[in-house]
């Protein structure tokens, strides 16, 4: 029967899409004839609006040189190739000649590269490369002239702090190496390029610290982005999957970050960063549970004050999924936890209701969770004003005509705070927050704890890597909880590194 | 089903103590009561009498390392073999079932009084298969956490409770007779099922493994004798009326303006039984894959888990029957054949294959 299911699915698959392929004419060599190869290239491109050619002589010598549109600085193509190239004298003007100086002797800009098929010429090209085709040589010279528009440096919105940096990754890549490379001025800090996506070829850079890396872990993620079978690759959420280890878990294994400072703490600790050329949003792998609760700021404040944040946080975090959840539980099927004063009002409250607890909680996490959608969605001053309706519609109105009641309002104003508090599990808690209320109204006390039980299993079976993502409270070991539930001072924390391979329960080899 | 890799000897040993405390609650709570002092003196008695029946098998593995008991038993025995695995899986099933018996009765009798006892079988059976089919590693995690929960609930209800203690309520060790002292010594010691659970799940464990039974056996001492006495000292002659002697405790213990906390200490034990479950369905899941063709072995635990609920499930009708199974334990013989009778003689075929070599 399962056979018989996956096999129809894969037809019905089959006949909805298609497997990204590679364009075919990416295997053409260049050849000795420029003209020939402009052509191939026209042709290749299907005459793109976009591509531009500017046909020039070098000592008597055609020249191609060959861009996108609006991908490239005309300040630096004139100052690194059009006007060296055309004050220079060869006294020997042969394609040879010509190519020699321009590899050897001229100074185009640092990047500069030789390519030989259009598969390699497209994506420099593509990424705001001129390329210097020579008649007469069959290959092409590549030299870096971008200057495309792109986002300036700035505060992360998604991950602000206290104190510390301002600066958050933003879409090119080369700008967030260079953001990390400026905080770790160390020789073992390697970064490799990558490209990922058949159609795409979006550059991937994964940045580790090879005294601290684990060869192992190392080449699973190598294996693993080398088998994305993605034609487009837009943002790092689409290679997040394919490193996620554990795909039945609802928690990832993969961390993201807006932080070049985040990255680099993550990876002096034998992490991997993954850098995606077109997204500010760097993935950390692996990312275990507790990371969730550490923010860069409780690194710059006072222990005593970094841990009272923490403990915040992981309450924060237990109040967003179970608070709902329990206060229906309770209400329903064991009001006598309710203290006698808190029973009385809540019954007072709950009479003029005419919907069951577990419904009106459904309700207004409902409502709530269609206007947070609609205020993130809309223009900033719409989403201010949809946030005042919200505050007037749920607060207020909704209390006075009865379809609510005031306890209920404040749960879930209480849960709703609390689950900004950790915004990497947002994700995660509103969705076990519905489950959470559903089961505590369908089966109480025991329906919760065997819920609670099963995200706590689900959460303990993760092995991202072969490191336990529960590592090191489950596996317990002493020394790594000193970053977990208490954050020690700087004294102690920056004497030892902690090597992540090295945790408890561990599976893959530390070198 | 997941692959297993090693776990510690503290993992191992927080399972097998939440087992014994679970069976402690749910199935054995007159212990508690007129017998406490006595129970108590007993606890660490039976440990020690545990170690000792436990040091055959205990030699039996260690001479084969890395190798459990069925796969000894398999290179000697060949087919005779399967004996083993079919008596760890009954053994297993029986504990299954009385423990989830046990348990719905608990929440029927006590926070659920209208619900059928099928709705919390077949859950728990779930949820405990699910965390049995992840391998042994997710559930001795699930464990630490939940053993943190515990320690936190018994410290706030002990000191919660500390001025209601009155420790002349304790009677004096012999005050029942010596026949019902070695009847208790038999049912703690040849009763004690976790040592089945101990030798069958002793190879997971990377190193150390000697001292599993040790820090168990302390773990279990201290905790056991410690709740024993005070629900004792704290209910007196009470206990004697309540079928779930822990749970009276819990119902009377006050946290400020919180006056009932009994349903949260439902919470805990919803966990602690599923420890339990978890832990055997290991046993018998992994027990029944030998049995099985290759084919459906990875089912093996499932198949488990959905025998165990319905056969559960069942018995909820018939209390006789579960009472038979329970006396069959408390008399220790399937403890007996399985962790020393069985090993001794796999032990000594093994010697005499030896010495015929």
């Known amino acids: ?511 | 089903m997941k692959g297993d890799s090693a776990i510690s000897s503290w993992q191992l040993a927080v399972l097998l103590f939440l087992s014994r405390i679970t069976y402690f609650f749910l199935a054995e709570p007159r212990s508690e009561g007129p017998q406490a002092l006595t129970a108590a003196i007993w606890i660490p008695i039976s440990i020690l009498a545990n170690f000792l029946l436990l040091l055959p098998a205990y030699l039996l593995l260690q001479k084969n390392k890395g190798k459990g008991l069925l796969d000894i038993a398999a290179e000697r025995w060949g087919r005779l073999s399967l004996i083993f695995p079919a008596g760890f899986l009954l053994f297993s099933v029986c504990v299954l079932v009385q423990t989830a018996c046990s348990f719905s009765y608990f929440l029927t009798s006590t926070a659920y009084p209208q619900s059928s006892p099928w709705l919390f079988i077949l859950l728990i059976f779930g949820v405990a298969g699910y965390a049995a089919s992840m391998g042994y590693e997710p559930t001795a995690r699930f464990g630490s956490f939940v053993f943190v929960a515990l320690s936190a609930a018994l410290l706030f209800v002990c000191a919660s409770l500390w001025p209601q203690a009155q420790w002349e309520f304790l009677r004096p060790p012999v005050y029942d007779g010596w026949q019902s002292q070695l009847q208790l010594f038999v049912r703690l010691t040849l009763g004690n099922v976790e040592t089945a659970a101990l030798l069958f799940l002793l190879p997971a464990v990377a190193k150390n493994k000697g001292g599993v039974f040790w820090r168990w056996g302390i773990l279990s001492v201290v905790v056991l004798d410690g709740i024993i006495l005070f629900a004792a000292a704290v209910l007196g002659d009470y206990a004697q009326t309540q079928r779930f002697p822990f749970y009276a405790v819990t119902k009377i213990a006050e946290l400020s303006i919180f006056q009932r906390l009994d349903s949260l200490h439902v919470a805990l034990w919803v966990f602690m039984t599923l420890v339990r479950l978890a832990l055997f369905l290991e046993v018998g899941g992994k027990s029944l894959a030998r049995l099985l063709p290759s084919k459906v072995s990875r089912y093996a635990i499932s198949i488990c888990a959905a025998a165990s609920a319905l056969l559960a499930g069942c018995l909820t009708r018939w209390p006789y029957a579960l009472e038979r199974v329970g006396n069959l334990f408390a008399g220790g013989g399937p403890v007996l054949l399985l962790t020393v009778l069985l090993p001794l003689l796999l032990l000594w075929s093994k010697r005499k294959g030896e010495a015929g070599q």
Request: proline fraction near 6%; aromatic fraction near 10%; glycine fraction near 8%.
């Open chain 1, 1 to 511: 029967m399962p056979q018989w299911f996956a096999k129809k699915i894969e037809e019905k698959e089959r006949s909805l899409y298609v497997s990204p392929k590679p364009s075919e004419c990416e295997s053409v060599r260049l050849t000795a004839d420029a003209a020939e190869n402009l052509s191939a290239i026209r042709a290749a491109l299907h005459n793109t609006a976009d591509f531009m050619v500017r046909e020039i002589t070098v000592c008597g010598i055609p020249v191609k040189l060959m861009m996108f549109e609006g991908m490239f600085s005309l300040q630096t193509l004139t100052e690194i190739i059009l006007e060296p190239l055309g004050d220079l004298t060869l006294e020997d003007p042969t394609p040879q000649a010509l190519q020699d100086w321009i590899l050897h002797r001229a100074v185009l800009g640092m990047d500069q590269s030789q390519v030989q098929t259009l598969g390699e010429l497209f994506p420099f090209l593509m990424s705001g490369f001129a390329g210097i085709m020579i008649d007469g040589i069959p290959q092409t010279i590549v030299a870096g002239v971008q200057g495309f528009q792109f986002r300036s440096v700035s505060e992360p919105s998604a991950e602000e702090n206290v104190r510390g940096s301002r600066e958050g990754f933003t879409e090119p890549i080369r700008i967030n190496m260079t953001m990390v490379r400026r905080r770790v001025k160390s020789s073992d800090l390697k970064m490799e390029l990558l490209k990922a996506g058949v159609k795409s070829k979006t550059d991937l850079c994964l940045i580790y610290q090879t005294d601290m890396v684990a060869p192992e872990l190392l080449r699973d993620i190598r294996r693993r982005l080398r088998e994305i079978p993605t034609d487009i690759i837009l943002e790092s959420g689409y290679i997040q999957p394919f490193l996620d280890t554990d795909i039945v878990s609802i928690f990832s294994n993969v961390g993201t970050t807006q932080r070049p400072d985040t990255l680099c703490a993550k990876i002096s600790e034998g992490r991997v960063g993954i850098l995606v050329d077109g997204t500010p949003f760097a993935l950390i792998v692996p990312y275990f549970f507790n990371e969730n609760f550490q923010s860069i700021d409780d690194y710059t404040h006072r222990p005593y004050y970094a841990v009272f944040e923490r403990w915040l946080k992981y309450l924060a975090f237990f109040f967003t999924i179970l608070l709902p959840g329990l206060y229906v539980a309770v209400g329903t099927f064991h009001p006598e936890l309710f203290p006698e004063a808190l029973l009385l009002n809540v019954t007072a409250a709950e009479q003029d209701v005419p919907f069951p607890l577990v419904l009106e909680a459904l309700l207004i996490h409902f409502i709530y969770e269609l206007m947070r959608e609609a205020g993130l969605r809309l223009p900033r001053p719409i989403g201010h004003a949809i946030g005042i309706i919200g505050a007037l519609v749920i607060g207020d109105a909704a209390v006075t005509a009865g379809l609510i009641s005031s306890p209920m309002v404040m749960v879930v104003a209480l849960t709703a705070l609390s689950s900004f508090v950790v915004p990497s599990l947002f994700q995660e808690v509103t969705i076990m927050r519905f489950g959470f209320i559903i089961i505590g109204g369908t089966l109480g006390i025991f329906g919760m704890a065997l819920g609670l039980a099963w995200m706590i299993v689900n959460l303990c079976s993760v092995n991202a890597y072969g490191i336990p993502s529960m590592s090191p409270e489950s596996p317990f070991q002493m020394f790594a909880m000193r970053d977990v539930l208490l954050r020690v001072g700087w004294k102690k924390l920056g004497r030892k590194k902690l090597k992540i391979q090295n945790l408890p329960g561990t599976e893959i080899e530390s070198r």
